[in-house]
């Protein structure tokens, strides 16, 4: 079949990766090195999508880190040719100058560079509906490491849901970071980050506003007492920013005993299917409360979903009532409680044992120093119940030592 070359044109190549060798060329040592898993040679894709997310996933099993490295587009602008490369591909080029390298005045670079082989071709056939893989060289001259998708930077994001989550933590809770790792950590189990990440996330929201203040609070004590006694004197007023001024406060002697005249009878007749009204006073001796709803015992009571949001918040974030409080106030706008309910449900949850410990912390820190710098060695141990049993490690430079 014959090609029409005013279609084809020249072909425009963008490298995603700057300063890199061209990994066509590497030597590779057959007897030191690491296969993954292999890909299927007559796999077909439909779109870049499709091959960038299959490669994600790819990479995420295997236990290392997959980039763009080379586009080629025809004259229509057209991709029709893409090479993804392991993380480690490339040979790191020295930018130290001359004189300050024999002056000992410029520190080492670290650098990912290790000339790693792997790399896959895909081409997109002028005539084909379909991607295909061209060439597939399954080799690394690196380690590969285990849960990469909790270390690499590519896997680690924030979906919506948590994003919307931080950001109720931070304005109406005023959690710490650790905190609100741990609430994350149980809420989205299949959840990637580091506590960079979730600090740059928290600065994002950051409220400085002091969420609760002290008039808020006493008034709101003042109520509930007055409440629960009628004699209880309150007057306060608000002004165009919705903020209280409390006026006047008397206390007087507890009873709720007032003879109040206000009644209503009702009969359920023997020959009758209704129960009907007999008798309806319809008077009060004293000042009737707005919001009772907010106050009165009768009104308040947490609904199972708020239950199960007391239950993490205590189990897995050890939050303070404070914390709490102002959370369930702005995720469940219609729930009335005051503070000696939620104390008492947190109470029911209390969990004294420390959620994450320091030994947990650190074997976090070291693989992510280990995915940062391959020459890194963390070695580890874990009894049947996943508690960390032995725990060794040695950085770069005591290896060199």
């Known amino acids: 079949m014959s090609i029409n070359s005013t279609e084809i044109g020249p072909v425009i190549v963008e490298n995603d990766i700057l300063n890199t060798e061209d990994i066509e060329n590497i030597n590779i040592d057959k007897d030191n090195f690491f296969t993954s898993e292999d890909v299927p040679k007559d796999i077909r894709f439909d779109t870049l999508d499709e091959v960038e997310n299959y490669f994600d996933e790819y990479g995420s099993r295997n236990g290392f880190d997959i980039v763009k490295y080379r586009m080629e587009r025809n004259s229509k602008s057209q991709v029709h040719k893409r090479t993804f490369v392991c993380k480690f591909s490339g040979k790191y080029k020295s930018k130290k100058k001359i004189e300050a390298t024999l002056k000992g005045i410029q520190k080492n670079t670290k650098t990912k560079k290790l000339s790693c082989p792997w790399h896959i071709n895909l081409s997109f056939p002028k005539h084909s509906t379909k991607i295909i893989i061209t060439t597939f060289i399954n080799q690394h001259n690196h380690a590969l490491v285990p849960k990469t998708q909790e270390f690499a930077t590519k896997y680690r994001s924030f979906t919506d849901e948590a994003l919307k989550e931080i950001s109720l933590m931070t304005k109406h809770g005023n959690l710490t970071l650790t905190a609100q790792r741990n609430l994350l950590k149980a809420r989205f189990q299949n959840l990637h980050f580091q506590d960079q990440d979730l600090a740059n996330a928290i600065q994002k929201y950051k409220n400085v506003n002091k969420i609760n203040n002290d008039a808020s609070t006493l008034l709101t004590s003042l109520m509930q007492k007055k409440i629960e006694d009628l004699r209880w004197v309150v007057d306060f007023e608000l002004d165009k920013e919705n903020q209280a001024t409390l006026k006047g406060i008397q206390r007087n002697t507890k009873t709720k005993k007032l003879s109040c005249p206000w009644h209503i009878n009702l009969s359920f007749p023997e020959h009758s299917t ?45 939050l303070t009532l404070t914390a709490q409080r102002n959370l369930l106030k702005a995720r ?52 049947k ?15 060199d030592l």
């Open 385 to 399: 119940e996943n508690r960390l049993t032995r725990l060794f490690w040695m950085s770069p430079d005591q290896v």
């Open 332 to 383: 469940f706008q219609n729930l009335h409680f005051q503070d000696q309910d939620l104390a008492n449900a947190i109470q029911k949850y209390k969990n004294v044992n420390k959620i994450n410990n320091d030994a947990s912390t650190l074997l976090t820190s070291l693989m992510q120093k280990k995915i940062e710098d391959l020459r890194w060695v963390v070695d580890f141990e874990l009894d």
């Open 274 to 318: 209704k129960i009907i009204v007999t008798t309806f006073i319809n008077q009060h001796n004293h000042a009737l409360v707005p919001k009772t709803q907010e106050f009165a015992t009768k009104y308040r009571s947490f609904t199972d979903e708020a239950l199960k949001e007391i239950s993490l918040m205590t189990k897995h974030g050890n």
